[in-house]
């Protein structure tokens, strides 16, 4: 036998023991079995659980793709659920008075010495987790909200994500930036909401807000039993139905889509200005069993009112159904209340 092969030899047995002996010594010092060999796989699935009743936090951000999502209200307790999220491949902490999970992140993640960053998920984790990749494993977060939870801000950046966000007691603001995702929302009653993205379907129901904005591309909105003061829409190859809606402003700007609105307000609460550039506007009452063509534009203006349509829609067709009902006066305390909002 060579020299040079009987001092590889002699290495790669030093090395084979020095390794043996160093996990050994590792898995002696460590805290526990998870930060060598990582949490506990059950039939294939991996779990996690956040806990944050006890941190007093004001604000959840999220920013996750490629999975599905659940915020629920009403909750006994404050917490989260994670369904095979690898524990090296995402944030989930508490810091600053946020809430933050996070899938989306990137090598700086992991340097962050404050504990905001990704976590370390033991030798054994990781290196599985390298070896495997992302995979094809089905991802779930189901975030629980309870009613004594102060939250004042919903962040949602998602990515192809399904999102369902029911019965959230806290009057907060909501902001939505998505791409590719179908998003729910079903009875809450928060102090703003606002969505941005593309690629989208967005679904409303039973939902009291005094302000609605949407700055959406390539999608469809459906809304149902919503109530609100201020509605905005900046679309573009969007289709917007809102059925049972009650508003006081409506400003719409379509590039291109249909649009479907039924209000049990009268017409004659609203000014109006309405122009299709391409399209035709149809107008019917709510016992209306097909309402009237009347061109490509309605315009009516009078000062002494102070709620308003205007729709803007260069290529696309306007339904609008009205009710018999009046806008109630504002009182004192919704008009303080609105100016503080504002």
């Known amino acids: 036998m060579k020299v040079t092969s009987v001092i590889f030899l002699i290495v790669a047995i030093v090395l084979t023991f020095g390794g043996f002996f160093a996990c050994k010594y590792a898995r002696r010092i460590a805290p526990n079995d998870v930060a060598i060999d990582g949490e506990t796989i059950k039939d294939g699935t991996i779990f996690n659980e956040i806990e944050y009743s006890d941190q007093n936090i004001s604000r959840i951000a999220l920013d996750l793709k490629d999975c599905t999502l659940t915020i629920h209200g009403n909750s006994k307790t404050s917490y989260a659920k994670l369904k095979n999220f690898e524990p090296n491949k995402y944030i989930g902490s508490v810091s600053k008075k946020t809430l933050t999970i996070s899938n989306n992140i990137s090598i700086t993640d992991y340097l962050n010495l404050d504990g905001s960053g990704a976590k370390f998920a033991g030798v054994w984790r990781t290196l599985r987790s390298i070896v495997l990749g992302d995979g094809k494993a089905d991802r779930e977060v189901d975030l629980y909200i309870a009613n004594e939870e102060e939250i004042k801000q919903i962040a949602l950046t998602l990515s192809n994500v399904t999102l369902r966000l029911i019965d959230v007691s806290q009057t907060c603001d909501i902001s939505v930036t998505a791409s590719k995702s179908d998003i729910e929302f079903n009875g ?60 006081e402003t409506l400003d719409i700007k379509q590039t291109e889509g249909d649009i479907n609105i039924s209000t049990p307000y009268s017409k004659d609460n609203f000014q109006r200005s309405i122009v299709l550039s391409n399209g035709e506007i149809k107008v019917g009452t709510l016992s209306d069993d097909e309402p009237v063509s009347i061109g490509s534009s309605d315009t009516y203006k009078n000062d002494t009112l102070s709620s308003y349509i205007n729709i803007e829609i260069e290529k696309g067709s306007l339904t609008i159904r009205y009710g018999e009902e009046i806008i109630p006066p504002k009182t004192e305390d919704s008009t303080d209340s609105g100016s503080q909002q504002a």
């Open 188 to 247: 809450i009653s928060p102090s703003s909401i606002k969505f941005e993205g593309s690629s989208s379907n967005i679904s409303l129901l039973s939902i009291a807000t005094p302000k609605l904005t949407f700055e959406t591309k390539d999608g469809s909105i459906n809304m149902r039993k919503i109530t609100g003061e201020k509605m905005s829409f900046d679309v573009d190859k969007t289709d917007i139905n809102m059925i049972e809606t009650s508003f």
